[in-house]
């Protein structure tokens, strides 16, 4: 299973599917299927339920078997709090394997880190779900390395994802990694050098909202907010044949070393065209760099000149 999960590139995220009629959630889930995408992205609090319901309305009409899906969902966040506790952990569980109609979740992943939380009730919590085959595999989601490690401290499980906000305009996970030492804000570790972290500990990055720009405000495409990069990618995407949302998500795995799976939401046809295995696109540094130093705030990106910075090209 672990090489199951590690095959797939892209993810469909359903974050947005709530308020979907249920035979148009079949459709998209037949497109993805379609287009060879089979790893589907849910948290318990997703339309406060409605998400997992209608993907699991969906999949039942459409008569799918279960093992040719990989679903995955997050719990932890509660109105006003998160919370890992085990008591939580296991209803959340229980109440997405329901409205999900199905007997396990491929991934549980922890939403986000509650700083109250205690690593061996988690422990607790992971064994009882694995062992009674309703979780099979774990990870986290917005979590840093130290959080990992006190996690990990406790839980048998390997935590083989953590997902993260990641695009062409929300690289924190990059920036501090090619600024250290300076002074500027990008130099600032926001992440705890999970990009690292996670290369060293074979963690896969998911990053959420590639098309993004700021906490969920819209997409970065055609925003005259992001008027040089969008000129860039277009150029550049009319070069190699491609969209310019393919383009900006195919770059992002060049940037994250291509350790990284991407949830994103597919409903629009202008949202297609993207297929798995894109991210190995041949992309020359510069095309890299430029797309990265275009944005509105220009963050220092290094040349090959610098050796031991040259990864991030
Ligand atoms: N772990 C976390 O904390 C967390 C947080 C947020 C999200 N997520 C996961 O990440 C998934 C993806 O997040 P997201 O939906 O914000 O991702 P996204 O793909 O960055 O944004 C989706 C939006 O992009 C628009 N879009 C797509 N292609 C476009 C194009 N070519 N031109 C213009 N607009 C385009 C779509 O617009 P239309 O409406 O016009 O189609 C849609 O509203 C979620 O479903 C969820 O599973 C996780």
Redesign the pocket.
């Known amino acids: 299973m672990a090489d199951t999960l590690q095959q797939g590139q892209i993810?469909?995220?359903?974050?947005?599917?709530a308020g979907m009629p249920v035979p148009e959630a079949g459709d998209l889930i037949g497109r993805a299927l379609d287009a060879g995408i089979n790893f589907f992205?849910?948290?318990d609090i997703?339309g406060q339920g409605k998400?997992e319901a209608v993907f699991g309305d969906a999949i039942r009409r459409l008569g799918i078997p279960r093992d040719q899906l990989v679903i995955q969902t997050?719990c932890s966040?509660r109105a006003g709090f998160y919370d890992c506790s085990k008591e939580h952990i296991i209803r959340s569980v229980e109440g997405s394997l329901k409205r999900l109609g199905t007997d396990y979740v491929d991934v549980l992943?922890l939403?986000?880190p509650d700083t109250l939380m205690e690593p061996e009730e988690v422990a607790e919590a992971f064994d009882s779900l694995e062992s009674s085959g309703k979780v099979k595999n774990f990870g986290v989601?917005?979590h840093n390395p130290m959080q990992i490690e006190l996690l990990s401290k406790s839980c048998r499980q390997k935590l083989m994802f953590n997902?993260?906000?990641f695009?062409l305009v929300h690289t924190p996970i990059v920036d501090s990694g090619i600024n250290v030492n300076l002074y500027n804000d990008d130099a600032m570790v926001r992440a705890g050098s999970i990009l690292e972290y996670s290369r060293i500990h074979g963690i896969t990055i998911?990053?959420?909202?590639?098309?993004?720009h700021g906490f969920?405000e819209?997409?970065f495409?055609?925003n005259p907010n992001f008027a040089a990069l969008n000129h860039n990618l277009a150029t550049m995407a009319r070069k190699k044949g491609l969209?310019?949302?393919t383009l900006a998500?195919a770059l992002d795995f060049e940037a994250s070393g291509q350790d990284a799976a991407?949830?994103?939401?597919?409903?629009?046809p202008?949202?297609?065209?993207i297929k798995p295995g894109q991210g190995g696109l041949p992309f020359e540094a510069r095309m890299v760099r430029t797309l990265f130093s275009s944005r509105k705030r220009i963050t220092l990106i290094q040349t090959r000149q610098s050796p031991g910075l040259s990864w991030v090209l």
């Open positions: 993810i469909h995220g359903c974050m947005r599917i992205d849910h948290a997703y998400s997050k966040i992943l939403h986000r989601s917005n997902q993260l906000q695009s998911q990053a959420w909202s590639p098309l993004q969920i819209g997409v495409l055609d969209t310019p949302a998500i991407y949830c994103r939401y597919d409903q629009s202008k949202a297609r065209g």
